[in-house]
């Protein structure tokens, strides 16, 4: 398929895209919100000042690029900085992290013309892409434009390069108009290497998920919360943090947190559901299993009987994970490729996960080879692998410490990266 026929097929399609906008709306009512800027339609504060672009789709890019945008804060101090997102929660994130420091709009759908009426507002002196978002009109016309892009902190999993792979004509000629791609890991820049990236446009740098910002700020406010659900629930609980969890992962964390409380009846579950719009539903189902549940946004404190506190707020991820023991990482045990195992990790928590952990192939092999995580298969191997982990608290402290080390040998892709950004901004 040639970029033309994309390019129709998308004006073709474009009912189906504003149908399914309003259908998301439904369910999030924020999507129904400044629609017209996935369209090119947007404004942004007058300014003399050259922008630099990031683009990150949602709240996981978003978190991962915090050090990123930070950093070109601190060494572009002249620039402003555009941080574009797909989702509401990703805009939401990007308001809670960077406030009013940064620019912000929802990054247009890739028809031409929104694509040229966003780059003739915005004039980037470059394009960055946190992780893999590849839209060949807009590569094309940032190639025409002579604006660089820089794949940054790119990830592809096998499943998605023969995606790709499908399309060879489109995504060659796309590929070898992007100026550099910085892979997490070798693997990844194999299959770009496979699908058509010249050689010389391609860089390993690891990943910038392992230069996290822990704040002593964000290991305080997890302190105090513990504190605060022990006066409610008892000093001798322990914390079983459920993290990103999705649709048919979150019975099964349920049953394997009613086998634990078997045993250990001081254990308690924080329960994370990965999208908002699930959360009532969630908490539904916690009722449904007959087991005490209070809500986090409630702010209200948790009670004796209290079981299962639902993390039902967006932002505070690392904060609950402050907060707690032990975490399962989600999104594992259903086949949706798992989510990031090195924000607990990094806090000092041993970390579980379920088998299907496509999106962090290397990462994740490299975390269990390292001694800081743990693959388990459903409901009753989570479950033995936390009462274990309970009962003898030297495994739990050496493995949560194989993980902290793991995360600080691994360092030094952001620096890596800004070498990268330097070099394409000042050519």
Not at 28 to 34: D, G, I, L, Q, V
Not at 173 to 183: F, H, K, S
Request: glycine share 6%; proline share 5%.
């Amino acid at each position: 398929m040639s970029r033309f026929f994309y390019s129709l097929l998308l004006y073709l399609m474009s009912p189906l895209v504003v149908a399914r906008l309003y259908s998301r709306a439904k369910k999030a009512p924020e999507y129904s919100k400044r629609k017209a800027e996935r369209f090119g339609f947007f404004r942004l504060p007058e300014s003399d000042k050259p922008l630099i672009w990031v683009h990150s789709v949602s709240v996981g890019e978003t978190i991962a690029s915090a050090p990123l945008v930070k950093r070109l804060q601190q060494d572009y101090p002249r620039h402003r900085i555009l941080i574009t997102t797909m989702t509401p929660t990703g805009s939401a994130q990007v308001q809670k992290i960077h406030g009013d420091s940064v620019e912000h709009v929802y990054a247009c759908y890739d028809f031409p013309d929104a694509v040229s009426r966003f780059l003739n507002k915005t004039r980037p002196d470059i394009a960055i892409v946190i992780d893999t978002e590849l839209w060949p009109n807009t590569i094309a016309a940032c190639h025409q434009r002579g604006i660089p892009v820089l794949i940054a902190n790119a990830r592809l999993s096998e499943r998605s390069a023969k995606g790709y792979g499908r399309f060879s004509g489109l995504v060659k000629p796309m590929l070898q108009q992007i100026n550099r791609v910085a892979a997490q890991n070798e693997e990844t820049a194999q299959r770009f290497l496979n699908l058509g990236l010249p050689e010389q446009q391609m860089t390993v740098t690891g990943s910038i998920k392992f230069d996290l910002d822990v704040s002593t700020e964000t290991v305080s406010a997890g302190k105090a919360l513990r504190q605060q659900w022990q006066q409610g629930m008892g000093e001798n609980i322990r914390i079983l943090i459920a993290a990103s969890t999705h649709e048919g992962e979150d019975q099964q964390v349920l049953d394997a947190y009613k086998l634990i409380q078997k045993t250990n009846p001081e254990a308690r579950l924080v329960l994370v559901p990965r999208h908002p719009e699930r959360f009532d539903k969630v908490c539904q189902l916690i009722q449904e299993n007959h087991l005490s549940v209070i809500r986090h946004s409630a702010g209200v404190a948790p009670k004796s009987e209290t079981r299962v506190i639902l993390g039902d707020t967006m932002g505070e991820m690392m904060k609950l994970f402050a907060a707690s023991d032990i975490a399962f990482v989600g999104g594992s045990l259903v086949a949706t490729g798992g989510h990031n195992m090195l924000e607990p990790a990094a806090l000092g928590l041993p970390v579980l996960s379920g088998p299907h952990i496509f999106n962090f192939e290397e990462i994740s092999q490299s975390l269990v080879e390292a001694g800081g995580m743990k693959l388990v298969s459903g409901s009753e191997d989570l479950a033995n692998s936390v009462v274990a982990l309970l009962n003898n608290p030297s495994i739990c402290e050496e493995m949560a410490n194989n993980g902290s080390q793991f995360v600080k040998q691994n360092t030094g892709a952001l620096h890596k990266t800004m070498a990268l950004i330097d070099r394409l901004i000042s050519e």
